[in-house]
């Protein structure tokens, strides 16, 4: 499952990103294996920006076709916006919004426009409520229409095969079965081109419904060898 030790995903991104990474959920160290957490990735415009983003871990191909599509959406973004910073965005959101439709059957329209927020002006990493407050906030994607008809039959079995925290409702209030990734999309159909700052709470606790905190990471026994006898 480890998609960037394969050489070509290495490649790839090594070519078109500048790789970072932060740690922001809980997990613990013992010995030397990982406990717990999670992983999101996230595709971002040189200023933070979100273009997409993968919840939860993948395999090499999954990650390797993912970053393509943003690719060559980022580019195609480029080309019809002529230099147009809203236009730009309007195809991000309504490129998500069609990837919804094809992969997984479900209909959204995008949101192409933001409304101005006053607490846009406060930055949703910095900690200000001792009480616990999220550290970032859930942002909430837009509303579902249905199902792309030619799929309606195969979405209403996968539905009923998933336990009711797997779904997400229409306007009509019916579920439908979405995967993390087809939630990704969902999401950013509505918010694509928001800052990470603001969108990381959302993937991470929203979709991989994993706690985000400020507190250290937990090492159990540090050094696994120490303490034991060596014999020649």
Not at 22 to 27: H, I, K, P
Not at 47 to 70: C, F, K, S, Y
Not at 72 to 93: L, P, T
Not at 110 to 121: A, I, L, S
Request: positive net charge; proline residues 7%; contains cysteine.
């Amino acid at each position: 499952m480890n998609a960037l030790a394969d050489e070509k995903v290495g490649n790839y991104l090594e070519k078109y990103f500048v790789s970072s990474f932060q740690r922001v959920g809980t997990f613990r160290i013992v010995g030397k294996a990982k406990q717990g957490g999670n992983v999101a990735t996230y595709f971002c415009a040189p200023d933070g920006r979100v273009l997409h983003a993968i919840a939860g871990p993948v395999n090499a191909a999954t990650m390797l076709r993912e970053a393509q599509w943003v690719v060559e959406q980022a580019k195609k973004g480029i080309e019809v916006a002529k230099n147009d910073g809203g236009s730009f965005k309007a195809h991000m959101r309504k490129a998500h919004a069609d990837k919804l439709r094809a992969e997984h059957g479900l209909v959204v329209e995008p949101v192409t426009f933001d409304p101005v927020d006053p607490k846009d002006n406060d930055g949703a990493l910095t900690y200000r409520d001792p009480t616990g407050r999220a550290l970032a906030p859930i942002l909430p994607p837009p509303p579902i229409d249905g199902p792309d008809v030619k799929l309606r039959l195969q979405l209403e079995n996968a539905a009923r095969a998933l336990p009711a925290s797997a779904l997400v409702r229409d306007r009509g209030g019916r579920g439908w079965a979405l995967n993390n990734q087809g939630r990704v999309h969902h999401l950013l159909a509505g918010h694509s081109m928001g800052q990470i700052e603001k969108l990381y709470g959302a993937v991470f606790e929203g979709i991989l419904g994993e706690r985000i905190t400020t507190r250290p990471v937990e090492v159990v026994d540090p050094f696994p060898g120490r303490g034991r006898a060596v014999r020649n």
